[in-house]
């Protein structure tokens, strides 16, 4: 990242002279005497530092430092001028200028003042290249899939992005639907400002009110010292509220007075909180028919379901399944350093014809699980959990302890891979731990792999 600085100034021997001693200290300068000129080089260069005068021909430097930012917001900005006023000098600061000097005391200033403005400038740069790379990881784009279902549920969400209207998203579990409140965040206007995800059935009731809206010190036991609630922690961003089903009618009357005047009060406090934030909340259940039957507020599901947008099941896009298998194939395939995989026919059928009642969360685990077992560079069917194959051809057919026996060695495979972490093993299988345990022992399998 090479040490750039960009000289404004329309006395061309000032500039030339500047130039000079900036670059004797290692930094590459780019010259202009105007500021049309020296807007036109920092949209092509790689420009860090700007170092304006005030007064230019064409523009007043103060008023330049906003356009300056406009092209390149990390970029940091030293105004100088021969005549220093208050008025400028405040007025330069909140357009976002370094700081703010007086020609003839710039011969022992400007050189320090330059590099410590050029390691903000570098730093913001870092920052803005990871909020960016962040970004492109959330957008839209990243949302695999060809089937008309689901490019009708990106093009709503793209449509309501840009604004800050609260979303309702709709849908199965594990049909993406955190994936979608990334990405409505990262394509709105709130994007460089908190993202803050909570799910509500991870909570009991009174848990939940803390977590959300903040408490006061001795609010009660345990609570010794005031504490900011997530929602406040989204502040200026967004606040995705998973399973909203889940939350309990007390909480969601005081959700409910966030949505209208986005103040709330924190647990053991007396005074009212104000916030500025965006709500996606999303939900499995049916919240309209709770709603009418009193197990949901009427009033509260009416300001959350002011632009809601359906997610589909993957059962409903079965002409994504193999996109997204291949997708997850290079991906896990990379993460554990194995070569790049192919599936086979018989594999890809099974994918198919499989329910996916966990959608593409349930294709992801599954898929990862395939990657752990596969040996050469195909995957075929023969590595799918023993409920992608038809049972009840094999009982008939087929002798019933083999079943048993491809499943011992599926669970000792994985064991392997985890290392006898019992959790992790579950987890790839798609079990409980006591399913788990139980299946050791009904299986005599040895831990101590």
């Excluded at 345990?222 to 606040?239: F, R, Y």
């Amino acid at each position: 990242m090479q040490k750039t600085v960009l000289i404004i100034d329309d006395e061309k021997k000032i500039c030339s002279l500047l130039a000079r001693i900036i670059e004797l200290e290692g930094f590459k300068v780019y010259q202009a005497n105007t500021g049309k000129e020296g807007l036109k080089i920092l949209a092509a260069q790689d420009v860090y530092v700007v170092i304006s005068d005030v007064k230019l021909p064409d523009i007043n430097g103060v008023e330049l430092v906003k356009e300056i930012k406009k092209i390149k917001p990390y970029a940091e900005v030293i105004n100088l001028t021969a005549f220093g006023t208050i008025q400028d000098g405040v007025m330069a600061m909140r357009n976002g200028a370094f700081d703010y000097i007086t020609k003839g005391d710039d011969n022992d200033k400007i050189i320090p003042l330059v590099y410590k403005a050029m390691d903000k400038a570098r730093l913001q740069f870092r920052i803005s290249e990871l909020e960016n790379k962040v970004a492109r990881k959330y957008d839209f784009a990243s949302i695999l899939g060809q089937s008309k279902v689901i490019k009708e549920a990106i093009s709503l969400s793209e449509k309501v992005a840009g604004t800050d209207t609260t979303v309702l998203l709709l849908g199965e579990t594990g049909t993406g639907k955190e994936v979608f409140a990334q990405a409505i965040h990262y394509e709105s206007l709130r994007k460089m400002k908190p993202f803050v995800a909570v799910n509500c059935s991870g909570f009991n009731h009174e848990l939940l009110e803390s977590e959300l809206f903040g408490h006061k010190a001795g609010a009660f036991t345990g609570a010794i010292k005031d504490k900011k609630g997530l929602l406040e922690e989204a502040n200026e961003g967004t606040i995705f509220l998973d399973e909203i089903g889940e939350m309990n009618l007390d909480l969601q009357a005081k959700l409910l007075r966030v949505l209208e005047n986005q103040t709330f009060i924190k647990v053991g406090d007396t005074q009212t909180s104000k916030i500025n934030v965006r709500i996606i909340a999303a939900t499995n259940r049916d919240l309209k028919t709770e709603a009418e039957n009193g197990k949901f507020r009427l009033d509260l599901y009416y300001r959350l379901s002011v632009f809601s947008i359906e997610l589909p099941s993957l059962s409903q896009r079965k002409s994504d399944i193999l996109l997204i298998a291949k997708h997850y194939l290079k991906e896990f395939a990379n993460k554990v350093n194995k070569q790049e995989l192919v599936m086979a026919d018989d594999f890809s059928e099974l994918l198919l014809k499989h329910s996916w009642k966990g959608n593409i969360r349930e294709l992801k685990n599954v898929i990862e699980r395939v990657v752990i077992l596969a040996e050469g560079n195909t995957v075929a069917a023969s590595l799918l959990p023993y409920e992608f194959h038809n049972l009840g051809e094999a009982t008939e057919q087929t002798d019933p302890m083999k079943m048993e026996i491809v499943e011992k060695q599926h669970i000792i495979k994985v064991l392997k891979y985890t290392r006898g972490n019992k959790t992790e093993t579950a987890r790839l299988l798609g079990i409980g731990l006591t399913t788990l345990y139980r299946k050791i022992e009904e299986l005599k399998i040895t831990t101590h792999l």
